[in-house]
């Protein structure tokens, strides 16, 4: 018995010993890599506010999101993360129909905090220098996103046991530039413009590039075909090194937009990116991507840059 005991007690040293590893790790990743700054634990009350920015003519992007950046943080709040954005790939039919440049992250001590800061006369001089805001609420449980990275480990150490067929390396589609070469000219220059932005981001996205989604369910079926959508790309997380760094509820800030959750996910950068999408992988589960709506942007990390 004191054997099986102590067997016990190593078992769940070691599994105890990896998850702290894996936590640090993505902690790393999370710091030098994704240029985010969200603490591993916080208090529950802590409410996260994500906007979206569309600059004014006379805006540079560095300067514009610095000085929205210094803004919020006078207001006592803590920027968690600031991103170029790379491209607009799916803009949601309840927002604004702008072309938004940067996404800013901010985590306020609670939801009044919020409050008293929106309302103030120093938050509407700090809009009214940008064309556009846009800020939407995210409950973000500390339990939950604590808890991914372990999850994320889990997933690995499955694959590996079960010996599933790797994901990762990607295998590009086959004849996939004669098929572009025979699309319409509209879809050639979609791939392309999209092509172009991924490699004009290089310099602050070569080794982290963050995708803010926010996400409305679509019906039953579309949920069961997006689940499966989902899951794949979990497991493709979980070999690759990325995933989610903020899951939340979504809340309502202003305007009558009705989300149910933002995701905000991390990638190893814009080349990993582009070829992932041109990947067989990809091309094979992307169309059970379902959703009812949502606003889908790519960006690269700018915070450490400001």
């Not at 004014?56 to 803590?78: C, I, M, T, W, Y």
């Not at 997933?155 to 098929?179: D, T």
């Not at 996910?265 to 070829?275: H, I, K, L, R, T």
Request: hydrophobic share 45%; glycine share 8%.
């Amino acid at each position: 018995m004191k054997l099986v005991l102590g067997l016990i007690s190593v078992i769940v040293l070691v599994v105890l010993v990896a998850i702290c590893i894996q936590e640090f790790r993505y902690l790393e990743i999370r710091r030098n890599l994704a240029g985010d700054r969200q603490d591993l634990f916080y208090s529950g009350q802590a409410f996260h506010v994500v906007s979206a920015l569309k600059l004014a003519p006379d805006q540079e992007l560095l300067s514009g999101v610095r000085e929205f950046v210094n803004g919020v943080q006078k207001s006592g709040a803590e920027v968690i993360y600031a991103g170029k954005t790379v491209v607009n790939g799916r803009t949601s039919s309840q927002l604004p129909p702008d072309d938004w440049e940067a996404f800013v992250i901010t985590q306020y001590p609670n939801r009044a905090a919020w409050e008293a800061d929106s309302t103030s006369v120093e938050r509407h001089e700090l809009e009214a220098r940008f064309t556009n805001i846009y800020s939407l609420g995210m409950k973000r449980s500390a339990g939950v996103n604590l808890a991914l990275p372990a999850i994320l480990l889990g997933q690995r150490v499955s694959q590996i046991v079960r010996r599933e067929p790797a994901r990762y390396p990607f295998k590009k589609v086959p004849g996939l530039e004669e098929f572009l070469a025979k699309a319409p000219p509209e879809a050639r220059s979609r791939m392309e413009t999209f092509a172009t932005a991924l490699r004009e981001n290089l310099e602050y996205g070569r080794n982290g590039m963050i995708i803010f989604n926010f996400s409305k369910n679509g019906t039953a079926e579309q949920r069961e075909a997006n689940a499966a959508y989902g899951a794949e790309m979990f497991a493709l997380f979980a070999e690759a090194g990325a995933g989610p760094l903020h899951i939340g509820e979504s809340v309502t800030l202003e305007g009558e937009a009705d989300f149910d959750r933002v995701i905000i996910v991390y990638y190893p950068g814009v080349e990993f990116f582009g070829q992932m999408i041109t990947s067989e992988f990809y091309q094979g589960i992307f169309p059970d991507k379902q959703l009812g709506d949502d606003l889908s942007s790519l960006t690269v990390p700018i915070l450490p840059h400001l």
